[in-house]
């Protein structure tokens, strides 16, 4: 029984430390994202474009966004700060009262997602600045090489339906409590031999 509660502690703490440094190194990993509401094939998803800072401490006045060739639809919303355009497959968002270097903000567009499950969408972006600039443009061949890129460019891969994604979590979910439910009988069996 101690052997057992030691070695759920050892394993809850590793998690924790894990998670916390994680979080700590948030900051240094920081670059401009896409979230989409939906990756599903076929779907209309509005993609937040997330800025979390300027370029070497200058505020960001400009952020232009390159449309996949895959993408065919595509609609732009201006804010309160940002008057958004698109020509030529570029989405650029511009501001008169720039964005300060420590402060975060969010643009949207939408966009009609291809209806091949599987295409991985690239959006190569530049950030400008007062002073400078960033570019959000390096592609990997795959998730593995874009995960040690400098400066990636955000990239969206499109999923099945939403009903095939539940089932396959769901399957996940079946099999990882047989799992579970194995370990515990081997336990059990481990300790009364």
Avoid: K, N
Wanted: aromatic letters at 2%; glycine letters at 10%; one cysteine or more.
């Amino acid at each position: 029984m101690d052997r057992t509660r030691t070695a759920v502690r050892t394993v809850l703490s590793g998690l924790a430390a894990g998670v916390l440094v994680a979080l700590g190194a948030a900051p240094a990993l920081a670059h401009v994202t896409l979230t989409p509401s939906s990756t599903t094939a076929g779907d209309t998803a509005v993609v937040r474009v997330e800025v979390p800072h300027g370029c070497a401490g200058s505020a960001t006045t400009e952020l232009a966004v390159r449309m996949p060739a895959q993408v065919t639809e595509v609609t732009v919303t201006s804010t309160d700060r940002w008057v958004a355009e698109e020509v030529d497959g570029t989405i650029t968002y511009r501001t008169d009262a720039p964005l300060p270097d420590g402060r975060e903000d969010t643009v949207e567009f939408s966009v009609l997602l291809p209806v091949e499950v599987g295409t991985t969408l690239v959006f190569p972006g530049v950030q400008r600045c007062g002073d400078g600039e960033a570019a959000w443009i390096e592609i990997g061949a795959d998730a593995a090489a874009r995960d040690g890129l400098e400066r990636p460019a955000p990239v969206i891969v499109v999923t099945g339906a939403a009903s095939d994604r539940l089932m396959t979590v769901g399957a996940a979910g079946v099999l990882a409590a047989g799992c579970l439910g194995s370990g515990g009988v081997l336990l059990v069996r481990r300790r009364r031999a």
